[in-house]
């Protein structure tokens, strides 16, 4: 005897315009500790290139030594993953950027791996507006190697243990504005909206992004005289505005408010929409931006959303004049200069 069963069919995912659905943007399970705040970033970079409709075979991932440098093997599968030593990935990206413009490069690392072993590398490559979001996970804490104190930890925080941090904070993103980055953020790994709009805004940027973004350790850096912990950074996030961000495709398609909204846009025609929640930030003011986040956090509060925004800064592949092809494209007869040209250049030199 057959038996029939009336099961409704399971609905079809939905597609981006590539046909992509969000599974295709996914990597391996993550390994981290249940509630870390780095998978919830995860998780938005995953929405965002879904929605972005980014072509996952042209995405570059890097990163250092860390828990934050393990998560993009959690993301983007179809992309190509490259995990430096520590404190080494900008090097990485500033090579794999140059040999080849097409790569859509996402850089990911720790308030461990920039702000100490990697400063070096992290300063160069954001003054040489190299092509690249680099993410900073920061927790205030060196996660992977239980616990100890960061370069971005708070004067004054203190350890599980009760060990208090004696020594002042570097902040990220008042250095990346000071080294002329044109796209400086911070968020919140609790505030997915947030960070969505803002990785949105990145994927369409043509320079270097510097976002920095709280995000917890539950096993290390949650306890209540922690000033990284989900309620402390959740008390005292300030954000900025509410962010929109309007691919190029879609400009014409999409109303927007006039009035307090500005707009900011990118050379492809792509639009940030930034909408004040209040009065007198203004983010394309350098300087004011800057002051605005030293008095914040004198006052113990993270300023968050778009804290800096210049679009026109050339990219390093402009600034060297490099060819758009890549490189490991290119014909002899464009590599190798015949003997009459050869011979100019000698002239040249004499
Ligand atoms: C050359 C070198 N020095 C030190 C270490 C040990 N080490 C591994 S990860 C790490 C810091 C990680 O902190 P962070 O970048 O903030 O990442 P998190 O684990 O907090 O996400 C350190 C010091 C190492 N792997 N290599
Ligand atoms: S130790 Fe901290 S940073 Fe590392 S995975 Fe666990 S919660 Fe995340
Ligand atoms: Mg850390």
């Known amino acids: 005897m057959t ?45 965002a290139a879904f929605e972005s409709s980014i072509e996952g075979h042209r995405v570059t991932k890097y990163s250092g030594i860390g828990c934050s440098s393990k998560t993009p093997a959690y993301f983007i599968n179809q992309g190509w993953g490259f995990n430096s030593v520590h404190g080494r990935m900008p090097s990485i990206a ?4 140059l040999a080849n413009r097409t790569l859509i490069n996402i850089g990911v690392s720790g308030d461990g791996d920039s702000m100490s072993i990697g400063m070096g590398q992290f300063v160069h490559a954001v003054r040489r507006n190299i092509p690249m979001i680099y993410i900073i996970e920061d927790n205030g804490v060196y996660g992977l190697t239980k616990g100890q ?40 790994s609790g505030n ?48 900025l505005h509410d962010l929109g961000f309007i691919q190029y495709s879609e400009v014409e398609e999409v109303d927007i408010p006039a009035g307090e909204t ?13 909408k004040a929640l209040h009065e007198g930030y203004e983010p394309t003011d350098r300087f004011g931006a800057m002051k605005a986040i030293h008095e914040s956090m004198a006052k113990g509060e993270f300023l968050t959303g778009l804290l800096y925004i210049n679009p ?30 050869l011979d100019k250049i000698m002239q040249s030199l004499m």
Do not use: M, W
């Open 3 to 47: 038996t029939t069963t009336s099961a409704t069919p399971t609905p079809a995912a939905p597609t981006n315009k590539l046909g992509f659905t969000k599974q295709d943007y996914v990597g391996s399970k993550s390994t981290l500790c249940a509630g870390c705040g780095h998978d919830s970033i995860t998780a938005q970079i995953i929405n």
């Open 94 to 97: 500033t090579g794999a950027s």
């Open 149 to 188: 104190f960061s370069a971005t930890a708070d004067k004054g925080s203190h350890l599980k243990t009760g060990a208090v941090n004696d020594f002042p904070s570097i902040d990220p993103c008042t250095l990346a504005i000071e080294l002329g980055c044109g796209f400086v953020a911070r968020s919140f």
């Open 192 to 239: 997915p909206k947030q960070l969505n709009a803002i990785l949105k805004a990145a994927f369409a940027y043509q320079g270097t992004v510097v976002l920095d973004v709280i995000s917890p350790c539950v096993t290390f850096n949650n306890h209540d005289a922690s000033t990284r912990s989900y309620k402390h950074v959740k008390d005292h996030d300030f954000p």
């Open 262 to 274: 500005e707009i900011v846009t990118f050379p492809d025609g792509s639009k940030v929409a930034i």
């Open 312 to 341: 026109t800064q050339p990219p390093l592949p402009e600034v060297l004049n490099l060819v758009d092809e890549p490189l490991a494209t290119l014909g002899e007869d464009l590599l190798k200069p015949s003997p009459a040209e």
